[in-house]
């Protein structure tokens, strides 16, 4: 149930309302999925005592989960953490939450469910300890049923949260309850957490035949007869196939049930109709329903090839994927359904049809919307085996733990139709010695003991094969390789009847906005060699396509070569967007990446356009850099572009002739005296003109502009409008190098929850009303705050000129 959509959703007999003191029940109520992030108190430190049902938390904050409180931090150099984790605060804090149940519900059982605690969790309940999960990434759930109070009696929760030892990742990880919780509430007899499994044998346009594999728990202390329902519901939630069995249970047990249906004449899923279907599982006692569980499907089926790469339901398909971490920007390690939609909506305007969930099990939500949206998915578990990357990460908990957390990984997870692939690793270190062979056996057992659909890959850095032991496991379904680019050609030699995709690659690295020239040849920094820092002085790169980091190249140069390989089933670009952390090669004040091909505000660079000319079907004519320069300066003027033979390019009216790529070029490119006014580009397609991109020089600054992605927002405490703040001249053409202070006011329903400008060196605060716009733009992100007012967002600031609003419905 997708529980970011609204506050109050009934389906059937299940409900899922908003538990904000208690959560009420009736008789004809079967399976409850009760939001539980409202109303918590937090505070930072250490608070042993908070465990305990008298404490006193009236010092505490109140808050909504989701929460990161390293995002709410100041950027500092002196943080344990460092610039490569995102020079924010990590350390410990502390989450108590108070709630009352009613009597009716004391024959039921309770569990709460948590989707991401980052990092070393541990939760009481009533002062009674439930457990501790290390792994800041991994989903997990409590059965509370023995430990809960009734009626007027009070129940509290509590949540300590380890985030001191740093550094505990490579990235910015955040700190705190960042992903969403839920109390659940069923019968004694029920669907087991993460408790169905549904595949599909055998697809065709014909028909489908569906394996379905459940769960069912009972907590009572009696044996129980019951019914089982299983019913195939199409997208207009009409029965497409439907199976009833009578069953029995012993107390205290649980009962493994396998079914089969066939549905005729399925809608397949794919990347631009991604058909989605559900299979709903009803548990009947006699005639009473006494629980509801939908798991999600989709009918597709998809193969590897050593030599033809990829296929979707029979039809070759290029992987045109990037990696995405965790964080989103401003909100942190906040999974915000709006958010990551909005993330993976400019992936698909660009031409994405595949997301790599580097390097770690990723939202809940993340996976609803690739299902919906149309992204194939490569899930990934872990960064790191036995043998460490940083002093405090997740190796310090390899024996104890990695085989829990695969399990709840792919229990989590196998159900979703857009996951196609299961990597159990990235660059992992024990791809250099022995140890390596038993450990990638070891984990491809565990994966395939629950999942034989899919095949298992691992993110590889070495390509010589004897020195590469992962791979001489000889268990890997499927070869990852990182970067290499160079070396695609020789691969089907090297590794004989394999199949490959390219599992990370590019590492360009760029600043929105930032032109240096010339741009004759591409750059590598660092080199392989240490050697001091010799860039721009504000910390900035290019946004010309031109430098890249040793290991890898720029994303023309990748894209050539992983389009040119029919064997290479696809390419996962390092990275989709900017994240924090990981600012490499630049140091402090540098706290998050260039490699993005978007920035960390959510505004795309240039090359952003390369890939859409090439992933998708838009017509695309894009110009850079911008036209405000020197008089007479030689500018370096490339155009991306498609579906045209050639492109035209006008100054103030006169032509500078047509250009057309070559051979493999992703590009055209001109050198231009600069003279102010219109730089004009005509694409044409056998004489027709298929696109006309015109950037005219800026003058004095006239107002502030803002856009906002929607006009309408819920009145949920959850949904998000973003507003793309700008500076522009009186003609309303933007400033491209503004810099200016923006001041934020907003009033009705919304809350700021976020500022950003995406430039990777900024020490401003992302909580904040106000932000300094980067190279013209910034943005403001507005978060329902449940006032029943339409909203007004007003930017001003300083010196003649114009200040903006713009208006958002409440719904």
């Known amino acids: 149930m997708n529980l970011h959509k609204s506050v109050f959703k009934k389906t059937g007999t299940a409900i899922v309302l908003s538990l904000l003191v208690a959560c009420a029940t009736t008789k004809k109520e079967s399976r409850i999925v009760a939001d539980f992030n409202p109303d918590w108190s937090f505070k930072l430190g250490d608070h042993p005592n908070a465990i305990q049902a008298n404490f006193n938390a009236n010092d505490w904050r109140t808050l909504d989960l989701p929460h990161d409180w390293s995002i709410e931090g100041t950027f500092s ?6 610039a490569r984790q995102g020079a924010l605060p990590a350390g410990k804090g502390w989450y108590r939450k108070t709630f009352t149940l009613p009597e009716s519900a004391k024959n039921k059982s309770i569990a709460i469910e948590f989707d991401g605690v980052f990092c070393n969790s541990e939760v009481w309940i009533n002062g009674h300890y439930l457990g501790k999960r290390p792994f800041g990434y991994i989903s997990f759930s409590y059965d509370l049923t023995k430990y809960l109070n009734f009626g007027n009696q009070k129940n509290d929760i509590a949540v300590k949260v380890d985030n001191d030892a740093q550094p505990s990742s490579r990235w910015y990880t955040g700190s705190g309850i960042y992903r969403n919780v839920r109390l659940v509430t069923t019968d004694k007899l029920h669907v087991a957490h993460w408790g169905t499994y549904v595949t599909t044998p055998e697809v065709s346009k014909e028909k489908a035949t569906v394996d379905f594999n459940v769960s069912i728990q009972n907590d009572a202390d009696l044996p129980k007869e019951f019914k089982v329902v299983t019913t195939i ?45 559900k299979v709903v599982t009803k548990i009947y006692d006699k005639n009473t329903l006494i629980d509801e569980y939908e798991t999600p499907l989709g009918f597709r089926y998809f193969a590897f090839d050593a030599e033809k790469g990829f296929s979707l339901n029979g039809v070759p398909t290029k992987l045109y994927g990037v990696c995405l971490h965790h964080d989103n920007g401003a909100l942190g390690a906040v999974a915000n359904f709006h958010a990551i939609k909005r993330k993976l909506t400019l992936m698909k305007e660009m031409g994405v049809n595949a997301i790599r969930t580097a390097h770690n099990p990723p939202s809940v939500e993340l996976l609803q919307l690739c299902d919906e949206m149309g992204f194939i998915v490569q899930d990934e578990v872990f960064d790191v085996w036995k043998k460490k990357k940083v002093s405090n990460d997740y190796n310090k908990y390899w024996d104890e733990w990695h085989k829990q957390d695969l399990i709840d990984f792919i229990k989590r997870d196998r159900n979703h139709p857009s996951v196609m692939m299961w990597s159990i690793g990235n660059e992992i270190r024990e791809q250099f010695d022995s140890t390596g062979v038993a450990i990638t056996k070891e984990l491809t057992q565990i994966v395939k003991s629950l999942d034989k659909t899919r095949p298992v890959t691992s993110a590889l850095t070495e390509n010589v094969p004897e020195k590469n032991f992962i791979y001489q496991s000889g268990v890997l379904d499927l ?10 050609g020789t691969f089907p030699e090297r590794f004989k009847g394999q199949k490959i995709v390219a599992s990370e690659s590019v590492s360009a690295q760029q600043t929105r906005g930032r032109y240096d020239m010339p741009t004759d040849s591409i750059r590598f920094w660092p080199k392989k060699h240490a050697e001091p820092f010799d860039g721009n002085a504000d910390w900035t790169v290019t946004a010309y396509d031109n430098i890249a980091s040793y290991w890898g190249t720029t994303h023309e140069e990748n894209w050539k070569a992983a389009k040119k390989y029919d064997f290479i089933a696809g390419t996962f670009v390092w990275t989709g ?55 007479g300066q030689m500018i370096d003027v490339w155009a991306y572009y498609n579906n045209a033979d050639a492109v035209e390019l006008f100054l103030n009216g006169k032509s500078l002739g047509s250009k057309a790529k070559k051979g493999d070029e992703l590009h055209i490119a ?28 800026a003058g004095e600054a006239a107002k502030i502009n803002l856009q906002a992605d929607k006009t309408s927002i819920k009145n949920d405490s959850y949904d998000l409008v973003y507003v793309t703040v700008s500076l522009q001249d009186k003609d309303g053409n933007l400033l491209p190098k503004a810099d200016n202070l923006i001041n934020f006011k907003v009033s009705g329903g919304a809350k700021i929850v976020g500022v950003d400008n995406g430039y990777q060196a900024s020490l401003e605060p992302f909580k904040a009303d106000y932000r300094k716009l980067y190279n013209g733009k910034c943005i403001v992100i507005l978060q329902s705050n449940k006032k029943a007012e339409d909203i007004t967002l007003e930017a001003t600031t300083v010196g003649n000129i114009n200040a903006a609003t713009v208006s958002i419905k409440v719904e």
């Open 577 to 631: 967007f900017d994240y924090l952390g990981e600012p490499d090669p630049y140091p402090y004040p540098a706290r998050s990446s260039y490699f993005g091909i978007v920035d960390l505000a959510g505004l795309p660079k240039d090359v952003y356009y390369m890939y859409q000319s090439e992933w998708s079907d838009k017509n695309v004519l894009h110009l850079l850099p911008h036209w405000n320069w020197k008089q």
């Open 77 to 82: 150099k002196e943080h344990s953490t460092t």
């Open 233 to 277: 519901l199409d997208a207009k939630n009409s029965s497409v196939a439907r199976l009833e069995s009578a069953e029995k249970i012993a107390a205290n047990a649980i009962l493994e049930k396998g079914q089969k249906l066939e549905v005729k004449n399925p809608k397949l899923w794919d990347t631009k109709n991604p058909n989605l279907y």
């Open 479 to 488: 070869l990852g390789f990182n970067y290499k680019h160079e070396d695609y």
């Open 670 to 697: 001109w050198k231009v005296p600069f003279e102010a006014g219109t730089l004009k580009a005509v694409s044409r397609k056998d004489g027709k003109i298929v696109k006309e991109t015109e950037i005219r020089t």
